[in-house]
């Protein structure tokens, strides 16, 4: 938490409020329109600036004082109403949980060493979280997010403030529901600035724009998921992809649900990727303009030019596009990755990149996408992906590990007699599914509440096999159990995460809470103890929270366990996170005085 005293956050408060819609405007010029939409301090500031002169000089000149000795942290404050709005879209309407009525939800903009306050107040009828995708939330559990993890859901008619401090972070990340699969439609992106004074480490844009996938069902989402679960099979996949809440004019009654961005001759576009997609790996290509990659998952990159980008579900990706092209309207259009016979929404969503003055008249050309299957393409990206490491933003990739952990990733089946098959489908790690407690496991960890969880998570499969050898279907034993791995305070880890055959192979994207982790190696296959690790990247690997286990392979990461607390980790693909692909890491205080978990905030939902 930031050293401020009382009266310090008043005053940056007021501050903060009456400044707010000017700091939009100079980060987002490009959207000025949608900025003041967005400013969710509107009513707040203007019953500011309906004070009077002589109190706001005050109140400066206070603060000033106040503020002196303290860093220059302000403080940027959110009302997130969770209600139900009336969307129609591929010519079905029907009621979708939102935030404010928007889809997707409104930016949080803040800027690094900022505190942000967001308060949720749920009017749905469905009980909600909301989790800051790739925030740390050093030593602050509580303001995570996903429900029965770090807090009991927020109730229907109830309210909760997530207050998080934004340090040494950067860049592009997303906020999302993290209960159910209401994540669907309650989806935003968060934009970190650098520090005051402290410039991109690529060449400044003219303008930025937020690009959010999604995936459209025509039904409800909730029924469509239940539906699923009941039967014990996978739910119907979604009828569309999304690029900003719209499909597109490939889609029908969409040629109004197509999102378009201007773009003037010779100026350069900083665009935040972000996949809020439930289930698909995304490829996305602008036809005639390539990309210069900066950033992903708010670590800057080496910057590299590339046609096409790939993005898991979790993941963000920070580019730089020239409108350098002769000026016309090119479509930008994403479609799944998928490298093994797994039925998926396969359908390109689009939107138009359009160069002012262009009439609408004008039919935009498609840009060439990698091939729904292209492994190839999928490994030399990634492969692409490296820290900037500079002086600045050094890569620190923990060197010598502490603790060594190997986790086998599993789909298995589980009897059920009142599904269609006599068996449902689940997902399992080390061949143990997780099983949701009904209270938070950060309490239970903080109050020393016994008999919510275990920490007996082996640190490796009970007994190696030939993980990626022929599909293994028979006896897989699979267990079930909330159980999480202990982890030394500011010791170093290494988490091989190895697909295997448990019924077919197929890629998942990782994700940890709490932490970035360096991607030190990844290969197909299996891994090989003895081999692999003289192979890995220990000078320059990506930094960031959403890793994609390739399919039939193996991902190893680092880190170091600094940030205390109950931290989710999990495949980002729902439906595999509803089957049990999922875990946690309770990562213990440290013997210092501000190395241990934060007491929790008073409005804490109950469960
Ligand atoms: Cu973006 Cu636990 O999720």
Redesign the pocket.
């Known amino acids: 938490m930031p050293s401020l005293h009382p009266p310090c956050i008043f005053i940056l408060e007021k501050l903060q409020l009456s400044s707010h819609s000017h700091s939009t405007d100079i980060f987002h010029k490009g959207k000025k329109r949608k900025g003041k939409k967005t400013a969710f301090g509107s009513t707040d500031m203007m019953s500011i600036r309906r004070r009077n002169l002589f109190s706001r000089i005050t109140l400066l000149l206070f603060g000033f004082l106040a503020c002196f000795t303290s860093s220059e942290a302000a403080i940027k404050k959110y009302q997130f109403y969770i209600q139900v709005k009336n969307v129609s879209r591929l010519c079905h309407a029907k009621p979708i949980v939102t935030v404010n009525g928007m889809y997707p939800g409104p930016t949080i903009y803040a800027r690094e060493g900022d505190r942000v306050l967001v308060n949720v107040t749920n009017h749905a009828q469905y009980n909600m979280t909301i989790?800051w995708?790739g925030l740390k939330q050093y030593r602050n559990g509580w303001a995570d997010g996903?429900a029965y993890i770090t807090q009991c859901p927020i109730q229907t008619g109830n309210s909760y403030t997530y207050d998080f401090n934004v340090t040494g972070q950067r860049g592009t990340l997303w906020w999302?529901a993290?209960i159910l699969w209401l994540r669907a439609t309650v989806y935003g992106a968060i934009v970190i600035m650098p520090k005051q004074g402290t410039p991109f480490p690529f060449p400044q844009p003219d303008r930025e724009q937020t690009i959010l996938f999604g995936e459209w069902w025509n039904s409800d989402v909730e029924e469509v998921e239940k539906q699923g679960n009941q039967m014990g099979l996978p739910p119907n996949m979604s009828d569309a992809h999304t690029i900003n809440g719209k499909p597109g004019p490939l889609f029908p009654c969409s040629e109004k649900h197509t999102f378009a961005m201007e773009v003037e001759l010779g100026k350069t576009y900083l665009l935040r990727i972000i996949n809020a997609a439930l289930n698909d790996e995304l490829f996305f290509a602008i036809a005639g303009h390539s990309m210069t990659v900066v950033e992903v998952d708010a670590v800057y990159t080496k910057p590299f030019t590339t046609e096409a980008i790939l993005i898991t579900p979790?993941q963000t990706t920070t580019v730089l596009v020239q409108a350098n092209r002769v000026p016309g309207r090119y479509f930008m259009a994403t479609r799944p990755f998928i490298d093994v016979p797994i039925p998926v929404d396969n359908k390109t969503a689009t939107a138009i990149l359009q160069y002012k003055g262009i009439p609408n008249t004008v039919m935009p050309a498609l840009p060439q996408l990698p091939a729904p299957n292209d492994t190839a393409f999928a490994l030399s990206y990634n492969q692409k992906l490296r820290s900037l490491n500079s002086p600045q933003f050094p890569a620190n990739v923990p060197l010598k590990v502490d603790r060594k952990l190997f986790y086998t990733i599993g789909l298995g089946k589980d009897s059920c007699p009142t599904c269609i098959n006599g068996t449902r489908l689940l997902a399992s790690l080390n061949n143990i599914s997780f099983v949701m407690p009904k209270v938070g496991l950060l309490q239970a960890h903080y109050f020393n509440t016994k008999g919510v969880f275990t920490t007996d998570f082996p640190d490796k499969p009970p007994t190696p096999f030939n993980y990626t050898g022929a599909p293994l279907t028979a006896n897989l034993k699979t267990s079930q159990g909330t159980r999480v791995s202990k982890i030394a305070f500011n010791s170093t880890v290494e988490l091989v995460l190895q697909d295997t055959n448990l019924l077919t192979v197929e890629s998942h994207p990782f994700?940890l809470?709490g932490y970035n982790f360096f991607v030190v190696g990844t290969g197909v296959g299996n891994f090989d103890p003895a081999k692999d690790p003289a192979k890995y990247n220990l000078a320059d690997p990506v930094e960031r929270n959403t890793v994609g286990v390739p399919t039939g392979g193996w991902t190893a990461i680092r880190f170091r366990a600094d940030n205390p607390g109950v931290w989710?980790m999990?495949c980002?693909l729902e439906l595999h996170t509803g089957w049990g692909l999922k875990t946690a890491f309770v990562v213990e205080d440290g013997p210092g005085p501000d190395q241990a978990v934060l007491p929790p905030p008073s409005d804490l939902p109950p469960c």
């Open positions: 989790h995708h996903p999302h993290h979790g994700h809470h989710f999990h980002h």
